[in-house]
């Protein structure tokens, strides 16, 4: 129990099937992590577009569970987007049930949610993708939760409407959460982007 997990930081997106391999990640990863919801990235269209421009910016990671179905999920991403954007990061088959399922996959086989820690770190590293910390970039103003409220995108009348006008704005998916949504913005935009964008908007309305 005395080994604490170092916290890894990757500057690319990780794209993962479900939202427990979402949980699982975030336990020990610094990054930005989308979910694929399974097979429904196959039709859901804004979320390919999302994905199509993070890997153009900074890349992006895949990590799928290493059954047929994660298989597929893969070879579909790499149809959509440029392969050399891409990094695949691969788990071993290790045979097995996680805990929360009543029986294991239809092949036997344990998801990333279900694959030990220490495993995945090992899989990263495999993949060449340094699980030290990022090194030290200069620290810079980050779009907060109160520049949020602040501006009427989060807790206040029609924020919600605000917010769907900024995701069109940024060209962003319109059911994304204020949550996903910060993590992006302060992933391609600096601060005084996002304040030009909102005033713009203030602007139009």
Request: charged share 30%.
């Amino acid at each position: 129990q005395g080994d604490k997990i170092m916290r890894m930081q990757v500057k690319q997106a990780v794209i993962v099937e479900g939202k427990y391999d979402k949980i699982k990640l975030s336990g020990f990863l610094d990054a930005i992590i989308l979910e694929t919801d399974g097979f429904q990235i196959f039709k859901d269209k804004a979320k390919q577009k999302l994905i199509r421009r993070l890997a153009e910016q900074r890349g992006i990671i895949v990590l799928t569970d290493s059954d047929s179905a994660g298989f597929l999920i893969r070879s579909f991403l790499s149809g959509i987007t440029d392969p050399k954007n891409i990094t695949n990061v691969y788990i071993p088959d290790i045979f097995g049930k996680e805990k929360r399922k009543d029986a294991p996959s239809a092949e036997g086989k344990l998801g990333v949610e279900g694959v030990p820690t220490e495993i995945l770190l090992e899989a990263f590293r495999k993949a060449g993708i340094d699980c030290e910390h990022a090194e030290n970039e200069t620290p810079r103003r980050l779009v907060t939760k109160t520049d949020l409220f602040e501006d009427g995108l989060s807790g206040g009348t029609d924020s919600a409407g605000k917010r769907r006008a900024l995701l069109k704005a940024l060209d962003l998916p319109e059911h994304m959460s204020a949550n996903a949504m910060l993590q992006l913005i302060n992933s391609f935009m600096t601060y005084e982007d996002y304040k030009a964008v909102v005033a713009e908007l203030e602007g139009n309305a």
